[in-house]
């Protein structure tokens, strides 16, 4: 919301100067988030600098030992690493969750621009798909897809990818209602613009700035997704360590050893609290620098 | 003499953290008598606003309010508090705030608004007895119809009744003052005029009244005593008559002089000084500078032909089935090589719609349009684009026109044709509207007002275009900056002789600019003809009553 500047004593004498000169800290929060994300970001690329154990073979003789100087997060039942199968997880659980994300942010894009363009038609089909697949819960609508395609990682993508694309067509179909009617669109006629170019030049830039805020924010819900699906089996198959897997895995367990299912759970809650820090920080940045 | 309703001495206002501390208004003195109007003139930022509050204890949060006095109702108003202060605003004084469609709630009529003021402070114990005073309060400032109107909501309401309907607010509860912010800046000339006739008419009924305003010719026909202020000081104070023909700060002096009027045609306005007065009695006289003569052209150049062009709209909703409603009746006019036309009227008297249909937004629905002598209505736009260059477009907000992500080198880079480096001709452009180059790289969010309109001519001239069409290009500008962006455009005009269409409900910046004259009235051009000759001897009854001096 904005008021005019002159009911806003403060912000009428808002002096430029002295922003600049205050030098931006960063809020804890986001320092940490950051750390945090980049040492899951070392996890995905190069997990064997983090841990020697092998995340598939154990010794079953040591199955189930309690975390220790040797084994920080413990053994599961077969006797493997746990802190091994986390970090080697976060190749399974980031990229399916990244992949899923990126099959809304595309799909849901090129709904959005279609449906925020003129054409009111186009508008109607593209809106009401929105509302049809946003009607159900984004985990049951995703188990629908699964059991239409099957189980299997490319899989569980696809279904939250399907899922997830109302949050980006909505997004975008507003933003570009928004851009369109700005003047700075509306003009560039008058100044012998086609309207491909301004398409591509000054709709179209003003429209995606938008998205990689949301995206950021949505990875977070994409990561739950992907491990809620793997945790009912639908996703990965065990071996593989995949965060949900081993919850599941660990869950048998439970009265006996925390550490199987606690550790992973943990690498899933900090992952999607930092994402979300991350984003939220960024849309706040964001704001005040509306395009249109 | 009865005790003022505000006694204000040596008043300061900071707040920390805010220009490094340094007070946004200090050593302000000021009086409020019963049935007396004092006006705060300055421009944006002068910290007017900002006093007005302070009065009602909303100077804003964090706010460091000191004075050696500050009397209000004969009470230390230092000492107040929260409930003080409630007593104060609504009660003793009322606030007319400027833009009355976002200080009107949405969700509740006029009536409710109206009577807010009474409920809350309790002052009447039924329900009729409000409803009452309410139609009472809409009655006074001239609202016809008060019962149906108080049923109404804002937003079905034109400009001037809901600026008549914020007075009625502040003064349902009988205030002793009225502090009106800006009271009229959005409104046409003649709905300003019944605005200030209501304000003047509750000042005859002996309320106080501190008006603020910008616009030292409108604070003239009602104030009684003037203060100027400029960076935060009262640099002016005195009877209107004194300040307006005596001024004694240089500030004053230089808004005066630098205000368009009757005899500022032709000359340059940010230069204009007042000469010092041999006589303190003599009348005020402004030294002018001679603007460069424009090239004359034959007439028979026609950059652009109207002819006969008129557009009508379907009604929708309510107005459904009766007679379209027409935006623009037919219209003709022809603007020559180095020309300029002023189109004045108020809102919603078809100028806009006029404006686009020139600009090709718009297709007239009978009549056509010609630029240089081509086709330029009804021919698709793809026929237009080559010509598109030599028809640019100054717009009121030159910020919303500007992509955001643009630096001010790429929004005139775009406008520029092939050839040449663009950095090196941009900053030519630039300084052609009295900018250096190292604004290239700046960003049009950093600039001032009138920077980011240079910026906008700057893209305009790129082109090299043979008409300019400007809508209101000035009117969000303050007096001073006006003055240069006035003075920019006719210095442009002479040098490049380029057309220009200026678009103005500004009757002084009109007259100021333009060789001829259109005037607007209800879609109509109900005049039409030279500058001077339409000012000194206006024919229609309504461009008689748009130039009426006011009483």
Request: with cysteine; proline share 6%; hydrophobic share 45%.
């Amino acid at each position: 919301m904005t008021l005019p500047s002159r009911t806003l004593p403060g912000a009428a004498t808002y002096d430029p100067q002295s922003a600049k000169a205050r030098p931006t800290r960063l809020p804890l929060g986001v320092t940490l988030s950051s750390l945090f994300l980049l040492l899951v970001s070392i996890a995905l690329a190069i997990p064997f600098w983090l841990t020697h154990y092998d995340p598939l073979v154990g010794d079953v003789t040591l199955g189930l030992q309690a975390p220790s100087a040797a084994h920080w997060f413990g053994t599961d039942r077969l006797g493997r690493d746990v802190f091994a199968r986390v970090v080697y997880g976060a190749r399974y659980s980031l990229l399916i969750g990244l992949a899923g994300m990126l099959i809304s942010l595309i799909a849901g894009t090129l709904l959005g621009l279609v449906a925020g363009m003129k054409n009111r038609w186009l508008d109607e089909v593209a809106s009401r798909l929105f509302d049809v697949l946003s009607a159900f819960p984004s985990v049951l609508l995703a188990l629908l897809v699964i059991a239409l395609i099957g189980p299997g990682m490319m899989n569980v993508a696809v279904a939250i990818g399907i899922a997830g694309i109302p949050k980006f067509g909505r997004l975008v179909r507003s933003q570009t209602q928004l851009v369109r009617e700005a003047d700075y669109v509306r003009h560039a006629v008058l100044y012998g613009r086609s309207s491909a170019r301004v398409f591509i030049t000054h709709l179209l830039p003003n429209v995606l700035v938008a998205i990689p805020v949301i995206a950021t924010i949505d990875i977070g819900s994409s990561i739950i997704a992907v491990s809620g699906l793997s945790f009912l089996g639908l996703g990965p198959q065990p071996p593989t360590p995949e965060w949900g897997v081993m919850l599941a895995e660990g869950r048998d367990v439970l009265r006996v050893a925390w550490w199987p299912s606690v550790f992973p759970g943990i690498a899933i809650t900090l992952t999607v609290i930092s994402f979300t820090v991350l984003g939220s920080y960024w849309q706040r940045r964001f704001e005040g620098r509306n395009p249109a | 003499m009865s005790t003022p309703l505000v006694d204000i001495e040596d008043l300061s206002i900071r707040f920390p953290g805010v220009r490094h501390g340094a007070p946004l208004v200090r050593g302000l003195s000021l009086q409020i008598r019963p049935g007396e109007c004092v006006a705060l003139v300055g421009e944006s930022g002068s910290g007017k606003s900002l006093t007005a509050r302070s009065l009602l204890g909303l100077a804003g949060d964090g706010a460091e309010v000191a004075a050696k006095r500050l009397l209000i109702d004969g009470r230390d108003a230092l000492a107040f508090n929260k409930n003080d202060w409630r007593q104060v605003r609504g009660r003793f004084a009322g606030l007319v705030m400027q833009d009355a469609l976002v200080s009107l709630d949405p969700l509740r009529n006029i009536g409710q608004e109206t009577g807010e003021v009474l409920r809350a402070h309790r002052l009447l114990d039924n329900g009729k007895a409000v409803d009452q005073r309410v139609l009472e309060a809409l009655a006074q400032v001239g609202i016809p119809d008060p019962e149906w109107r108080a049923s109404q909501y804002a937003h079905q309401l034109s400009g001037g009744l809901r600026q008549r309907a914020l007075i009625a607010a502040a003064i349902a509860a009988g205030p002793r003052l009225i502090i009106a912010d800006e009271p009229t800046t959005a409104l046409d000339v003649t709905v300003q005029r019944q605005v200030i006739a209501v304000l003047a008419e509750r000042v005859a009924q002996g309320a106080g009244l501190l008006i603020i305003s910008h616009d030292l010719n409108l604070v003239a026909q009602i104030a009684d005593r003037v203060y100027v202020m400029h960076h935060g000081e009262v640099v002016d104070a005195g009877s209107v008559h004194q300040v307006l023909t005596q001024p004694r700060h240089p500030y004053t002096r230089q808004l005066l002089a630098a205000s368009p009027s009757a005899d500022s045609r032709g000359t340059r306005l940010s230069t204009a000084r007042v000469s010092p007065a041999a006589d303190a009695l003599a009348p005020l006289r402004i030294e002018r500078e001679p603007l460069p003569a424009r090239p004359l052209h034959s007439a028979a150049e026609p950059v652009l032909q109207v002819v006969g062009i008129s557009k009508s709209y379907r009604r929708r909703g309510f107005g459904r089935g009766k007679a379209p409603f027409q935006a623009l009746g037919s219209t003709s006019f022809t603007l020559n090589r180095g020309e300029v036309l002023g189109i004045v009227g108020e809102s919603g008297s078809g100028k806009t719609t006029c404006a686009n249909i020139v600009l090709g937004l718009l297709e007239p629905d009978a009549g056509s349009v010609q630029l240089l002598g081509q086709p330029w209505s009804h021919i698709p736009e793809a026929q237009r684009r080559p010509w598109r260059r030599q028809m640019q477009y100054i717009p009121q907000d030159p910020l919303s026109s500007f992509d955001p992500r643009y630096s001010v080198l790429q929004i005139i880079a775009e406008n520029l044709d092939a050839g040449g480096e663009p950095r090196d001709r941009a900053g030519v452009l630039l300084g052609q509207v009295g900018l250096d180059a190292s604004y290239l790289d700046r960003h049009p969010r950093s600039l001032s007002g009138g920077q980011r309109q240079r910026v906008a001519i700057a893209r305009a001239l790129a082109a090299q275009p043979a008409l300019i069409i400007c809508d209101e290009p000035v009117s969000a500008l303050d007096v001073y900056v006006q003055a240069q962006v006035l003075d920019l455009i006719s210095e442009l005009l002479a040098s490049h002789g380029i057309a220009l269409l200026f678009i103005s409900h500004d009757l002084e910046v009109i007259r100021h600019i333009s060789d001829r004259v259109l005037v607007f009235h209800q879609g109509q051009v109900v005049e039409h003809g030279a500058v001077e000759a339409l000012f000194a001897a206006p024919q229609h009854p309504y461009t008689r009553q748009l130039l009426a001096t006011p009483a």
